[in-house]
């Protein structure tokens, strides 16, 4: 199913899709607006994100990269999007999906406010969740996470948008941000 969103103004980032050459264009075209800042060649920036490639492709990933976010300079979030299939096609009742899509996003994460929604393309959940992330030696990160996941209308298919920041005071410029994408997503198939 053809999707199309529009993305946060300044983002960054690439699609990926099945096409390697595709992926390699675009990963080289990021690479040579990113590297210098990296401190890295464009081939080397660029072979970091062609190996990250494949680990996307397994993960339904179509879209990532990051875009600024909120008041304070620096404040940086990491969209994510992708499409993940049903295990078998879905029940006809997109709003029966949601209902239990969003009982289950609340028991693994007691914490979250999590709502349906209704979108243009249909029904859908959206979360709003805090969280730490630990990386070695001690390392601790206060992530602000806003989620969609969206049941497609060809009932197979569930769109799955995640945008997350590590400035708490960001978290209303995080969920703007993430609404817009998911308000702007459509299909040729819309039914």
Do not use: C
Request: hydrophobic letters at 45%; glycine letters at 8%.
């Amino acid at each position: 199913m053809p999707l199309e969103i529009d993305l946060p103004p300044g983002f960054a980032g690439m699609p990926v899709g099945a096409d390697d050459k595709m992926n390699r264009g675009h990963a080289w075209t990021i690479a040579e607006n990113a590297a210098t800042g990296a401190g890295t060649s464009v081939e080397e920036f660029g072979s970091y994100l062609m190996a990250l490639v494949p680990a996307m492709q397994a993960n339904g990933i179509r879209v990532f990269g990051k875009f600024a976010v909120g008041r304070r300079k620096g404040d940086v979030a990491t969209l994510t999007l992708g499409v993940v299939q049903w295990p078998e096609t879905a029940p006809g009742n997109r709003d029966a999906v949601v209902a239990a899509m969003a009982e289950q996003y609340r028991s693994r994460h007691k914490y979250a406010v999590v709502q349906p929604v209704r979108l243009p393309i249909g029904p859908a959940i959206v979360a709003i969740s805090e969280g730490e992330f630990r990386l070695p030696e001690r390392d601790v990160r206060t992530q602000i996470k806003a989620e969609y996941q969206i049941p497609l209308p060809d009932g197979r298919s569930v769109v799955v948008l995640s945008v997350v920041a590590e400035s708490e005071d960001a978290w209303p410029a995080v969920a703007e941000a993430t609404a817009k994408v998911a308000w702007s997503l459509r299909s040729q198939d819309v039914s």
